[in-house]
């Protein structure tokens, strides 16, 4: 069995060639908009990040996570992922190793990350985080 930090070193040496590497998603961080154990994800070399864009990075922690940037400076960068109530990952900007562009349901079919549509449904979102405890309740009893 191959580990998934060789799996996930061999995606990020990929990525950083200029290769789009879509790569399945675990766990329930990002939900409601990626659906761990169902959806897939595009990684490609990140290009001009900013706050809003979600990027598999290596946190201070050590774990790498596919998260969205809460915010950045010139030299680091927080992290959120969109299912948490309250945990913020941390790294600096040289352990952001690829972007998310795309979401790949199952079918196949694609979510582009970049709309309008998706960017301020991302934001409404966050603005909504002291309600999210509840509203993600809300969503995994009807899904």
């Known amino acids: 069995m191959i580990s998934d930090e060789v799996?996930?070193?061999e995606a990020?040496?990929?990525v950083q060639d200029g290769v789009c590497v879509t790569f399945p998603v675990n766990g329930r961080s990002m939900l409601p908009f990626i659906v761990g154990g169902r959806d897939s994800v595009?990684?490609?070399k990140p290009r001009e990040l900013k706050v809003g864009d979600i990027v598999l990075a290596k946190a201070d922690t050590g774990h790498f996570v596919i998260h969205r940037i809460e915010s950045m400076d010139e030299k680091s960068v927080t992290l959120m992922g969109d299912?948490?109530?309250a945990g913020?990952?941390?790294?600096?900007?040289s352990d952001v190793f690829a972007q998310v562009t795309w979401v790949v349901?199952?079918?196949?079919?694609?979510?582009?990350?970049g709309t309008l549509r998706f960017r301020l449904a991302a934001k409404i979102w966050y603005i909504l985080l002291p309600l999210r405890r509840y509203l993600l309740w809300i969503?995994?009893?009807?899904n």
């Open 88 to 93: 913020r990952e941390h790294c600096s900007r």
């Open 12 to 14: 990020i040496r990929l």
């Open 139 to 142: 969503y995994r009893k009807v």
């Open 83 to 85: 299912g948490n109530l």
């Open 105 to 113: 349901l199952p079918g196949g079919k694609r979510r582009s990350l």
């Open 42 to 44: 595009i990684l490609e």
């Open 7 to 9: 799996i996930l070193s």
